[in-house]
């Protein structure tokens, strides 16, 4: 039985990606997690009664919580979802970026390459454990912003332009590194922006529920012309399964969805759903560095693993609009009062 650990696995996507394994496979499921604002275990309450589900708290910062992590259930896949991942944060506090994001990714990937090397001491030692693999969770924000054609693929130069996508950029750096240095077999996937159930309210899409929810003022960066490929959440996580099976390690893959809308669309299309009125709409002075548009070739991982999106992003976000009003108390106890200072502070 293969033996998986999850890092961040408390966060939107890390949750998600537990619970699709959890359902897909017959893997043991090990949470990593160190519970930042934005790591949250009612989101795995259903896991919890699983047999094959653990959780463990614990920092990628730290080497002895690793090390005894990694030796302690003879782990054998990391998919590294552990970060801080929100641009915002990221322009009012870098260092907590560059710590976790760069750092902690480097610390981990240590770790994993002296636990599965066959001889860790040698630096020439290019042989690991049978069937061993470290998937990088990364964003296509290192590609930086396109212009109104085209789309990223995996040789697009890296350009990033917040201190959040420069911190994943570093990361997938270092990644290569392992990679070219060690023969570490690991593999880097770059998604678009994920949507879904369990994303925490900082996030667009449940803000502007949450938001519309309480007749609070929906902020909109700039003219919201800002366009997203957006890319449901299942799809994501039965992309990276497929990236486990079938992705060749050296490699990165981008993923994302067939949909590309503005941000200022999103906000109209779920006030529809909601029935809330427009009169919510409240443009503010744009983000600092502010990616114009993101689009996502996947060719490479279609053709190397046969994967490609399912759900539309129409009927992905009827079901997350219907999830978040489904669970409205989860919504307003995941958005406290912290969260509400931080939006006054942030966007007035």
Not at 298 to 311: D, E, I, M, S, V
Not at 318 to 345: G, P
Request: glycine letters at 6%.
């Amino acid at each position: 039985m293969r033996h998986i650990l999850v890092t961040g696995g408390a966060g939107f996507i890390g949750s998600n990606f537990i619970r699709y394994m959890l359902e897909h496979s017959s893997c043991e499921i090990i949470n990593f997690d160190a519970l930042t604002y934005a790591g949250n275990l009612k989101s795995l309450k259903d896991a919890e009664r699983n047999s094959r589900y653990t959780f463990v708290k614990g920092d990628i910062r730290s080497k002895e919580q690793v090390s005894e992590t990694l030796r302690k259930f003879g782990v054998d896949i990391v998919v590294n979802f552990a970060a801080e991942t929100h641009v915002d944060r990221s322009i009012l506090s870098p260092d907590a970026f560059v710590s976790t994001n760069v750092l902690g990714t480097q610390n981990l990937l240590e770790c994993c390459r002296v636990y599965w090397s066959l001889s860790p001491e040698d630096k020439h030692c290019r042989d690991y454990k049978p069937d061993v693999r470290f998937l990088q969770i990364s964003t296509d924000e290192v590609y930086g912003s396109l212009g109104n054609d085209g789309k990223f693929h995996e040789d697009s130069p890296i350009a990033p332009n917040s201190p959040y996508a420069a911190s994943k950029a570093s990361a997938d750096l270092f990644v290569r590194a392992y990679w070219e240095t060690f023969g570490f077999p690991a593999v880097i996937t770059r998604c678009s922006n994920n949507f879904g159930p369990y994303q925490f309210p900082e996030k667009l899409i449940p803000l502007i529920i949450y938001n519309g929810l309480h007749d609070i003022k929906i902020p909109i960066y700039g003219d919201g012309q800002q366009v997203r490929n957006w890319l449901y959440v299942e799809d994501h996580c039965s992309a990276l399964c497929s990236v486990l099976k079938s992705g060749k390690s050296g490699e990165v893959y981008n993923i994302g969805g067939d949909t590309e809308e503005s941000n200022l669309q999103v906000v109209r299309t779920i006030l529809r759903l909601t029935g809330r009125s427009e009169n919510l709409i409240q443009f503010v002075a744009d983000r600092p560095g502010h990616d114009r548009r993101y689009a996502m070739d996947y060719t490479k991982l279609h053709q190397h693993t046969g994967w490609k999106p399912h759900c539309s992003f129409e009927e992905g976000l009827e079901r997350t609009v219907q999830w978040y009003l489904a669970n409205e108390t989860w919504l307003n106890d995941t958005a406290d009062r912290d969260f509400q200072t931080y939006c006054k502070t942030m966007y007035t």
